[in-house]
């Protein structure tokens, strides 16, 4: 037992020489990084007024006043216009559905001097939403942009052309949208009475008025077209299914190309449709970026988008033709042709 206690005790003593250590007034206490410790954080709790007069006086590093200096010239760059505009998926709208406006909700798609009927899926209608191009955007969200998969940066002319100011871009968008309005339902009514698809529908009468709510821009043609036979056709064209598409409505009948088809993508899948419409002279921008759960179709004119949506509906669409570069080539030949 005396042994044990005899080993003990040098043990005992070391410990009472490390306290003493810590907490005397021998080198551990008082030295260099006792000192060090103590001078950071007397800076730690200095506040703001201690700085600003540290700076008057000279006595802050000239490394701490580069610091500050590059931090502020890099907020004041990250604040300034971009000369860019940014493409990121916008919202989707089911045209055989409602849209909030000024006066509450209305319905997309109002048709008068004929009989309606309702469909039991979507038809949506794809936008982009652009940033920089009624307003400016700034460097900080160009920088953003740069790392978000689902946007696209691109030279603010190659959305609003060279010398256009904002209200004749929002002006132009808005025009755009009138006259795809009204293509859509000369289109519709046409369609309808030359496939025989309602006995004894006339045209004559027949009121058809859209309702966008805020969206401008002539890409919704196809969807309205559409959406304005889907409401006159007794058939449920989409049997259920969410369904979404683009591209421009011409007079005669052709599908036209339209940009940010990418987003448009994004935001359809996004939004719960399985199956989308492409404008074929777009093909090009479709393959390879269709979204996992999405199956694009390619269409040239109505009479194509019309039954492809048909036989979606009815649950046959694997054989529809989808975006290829055979597919846009063509359609670019026969558009080039065309004109």
Not at 60 to 70: N, R, S
Not at 279 to 305: F, Q
Not at 310 to 320: N, R, Y
């Amino acid at each position: 037992m005396a042994q044990k206690s005899h080993d003990k005790a040098p043990n005992t003593l070391r410990a009472g020489k490390t306290r003493a250590g810590r907490t005397g007034t021998g080198k551990t206490g008082t030295g260099k990084t006792g000192a060090a410790l103590s001078d950071r954080t007397a800076a730690i709790r200095r506040g703001p007024v201690s700085w600003i007069r540290d700076l008057s006086d000279g006595r802050m590093g000239t490394k701490y006043l580069l610091g500050a200096l590059l931090t502020v010239l890099c907020i004041v760059a990250m604040l300034l216009p971009t000369p860019y505009a940014l493409r990121y998926p916008g919202l989707t709208l089911d045209v055989l559905g409602e849209v909030t406006t000024s006066d509450g909700q209305q319905a997309v798609i109002t048709i008068d001097g004929a009989q309606t009927y309702r469909d039991s899926g979507k038809l949506l209608m794809t936008t982009v939403s652009v940033a920089g191009a009624n307003t400016t955007a700034q460097n900080w969200q160009t920088l953003m942009a740069y790392f978000t998969r689902s946007a696209v940066v691109l030279p603010r002319e190659a959305v609003v052309p060279y010398g256009t100011t904002s209200e004749q871009y929002t002006s132009t968008s808005n025009d755009q949208m009138t006259t795809a309005e009204d293509s859509a339902s000369s289109n519709a009514l046409d369609y309808i009475v030359a496939n025989g698809l309602v006995s004894g529908f006339s045209k004559d009468g027949v009121d058809v008025t859209i309702q966008p709510g805020e969206v401008g821009g002539p890409s919704a043609g196809l969807m309205y077209t559409l959406g304005v036979i889907d409401e006159l056709t007794p058939a449920d064209e989409t049997g259920g299914l969410t369904i979404a598409g683009t591209g421009t409505m011409e007079s005669d009948g052709t599908v036209g190309a339209i940009g940010g088809i990418r987003q448009k993508l994004l935001g359809a899948r996004r939004d719960g449709a399985t199956w989308f419409l492409a404008p074929a002279t777009n093909c090009d921008e479709v393959v390879d970026n269709v979204p996992d759960g999405m199956r694009d179709v390619a269409v040239t004119n109505l009479d194509d988008a019309y039954k492809a949506l048909v036989a979606i509906g009815k649950g046959e669409g694997d054989s529809l033709p989808r975006c290829s570069v055979d597919v846009y080539n063509d359609a670019i030949a026969s558009s080039s042709a065309s004109q």
